[in-house]
């Protein structure tokens, strides 16, 4: 079965950290950009960060520079989000995409992982 599956998710003070994994299970990731996602209640789906599939390439929202970090780990398959100095504003649904660059295309979404910020 071709999917991806968020871990890492909970809840955390204000302050700190969690590292949220995709893993792809059924295909590699190899040739494939990976996208992290958030949705928070009554907002729209927003991208939070990105990394091309050879990993040479990231980008961030601005709302999460220099304190999400997004990487590939080859050997298992997965992509994480590190994600430090959290606040309230972070808590949503995140999920993970992958994008196919070559042909044909494919394009997989996660089923979520909660992350909540509050004292």
């Not at 040739?31 to 996602?37: C, L």
């Not at 709302?63 to 398959?77: A, E, H, L, P, Y």
């Not at 994480?80 to 649904?93: C, F, G, R, W, Y």
């Amino acid at each position: 079965q071709l999917q991806l599956v968020e871990s890492g998710g909970g809840l955390v003070q204000p302050g700190g950290s969690l590292r949220l994994s995709c893993a792809a299970s059924g295909f590699t990731l190899d040739n494939y950009g990976v996208g992290w996602f958030r949705q928070a209640p009554g907002k729209e789906r927003e991208g939070v960060a990105c990394i091309s599939s050879s990993g040479a390439s990231r980008n961030y929202a601005d709302s999460v520079k220099g304190r999400f970090t997004i990487s590939r780990d080859i050997t298992k398959n997965t992509v994480h989000l590190q994600m430090n100095s959290l606040k309230p504003e972070d808590t949503a649904v995140y999920y993970c995409n992958a994008d196919r660059t070559t042909l044909p295309p494919r394009n997989y979404w996660g089923q979520g992982t909660q992350v909540s910020v509050s004292s």
